[in-house]
């Protein structure tokens, strides 16, 4: 038996299956900061759908990638995406605001930039 069309049902399902999301979307406010000094070593990021202290126990720990987009392709696979990793330290404040530390300080241009807060590394 010759079929004109080899694997087309696995192909239509795999075209209907929407992607895993494995992060939560998260905007960059700006420093840890002072009346006077700036610590642009420590970031401060909102969570989408955080709201309260006890619900940022959840992220701690959780890795977040700062994504940019530079002119020319870099690295080793040839990819046109930078990111700057970091980490979950600790809440700040009462209204689900948390400090995140980076391995790079974020550049200014970033306050106000969505980031990703990876659902990983897992607690559970």
């Not at 759908?49 to 040839?78: C, M, P, Q, R």
Request: charged share 25%; hydrophobic share 35%; glycine share 10%.
């Amino acid at each position: 038996i010759a079929l004109s069309k080899p694997y087309s049902i696995n192909m239509t399902k795999a075209q209907t299956t929407q992607p895993t999301r494995l992060y939560v979307k998260g905007v960059h406010l700006g420093y840890k900061r002072g009346l006077r000094n700036q610590y642009n070593h420590t970031s401060l990021i909102k969570i989408s759908g955080v709201d309260s202290k006890e619900n940022v126990d959840f992220y701690l720990g959780k890795k977040i990638a700062y994504i940019t987009k530079a002119k020319k392709a870099t690295g080793k696979d040839g990819s046109k995406f930078r990111v700057v990793w970091g980490k979950v330290c600790r809440a700040h404040g009462g209204n689900g605001v948390v400090r995140a530390k980076f391995a790079r300080a974020l550049p200014p241009q970033s306050i106000g930039a969505p980031v990703r807060v990876m659902l990983y590394p897992s607690r559970v």
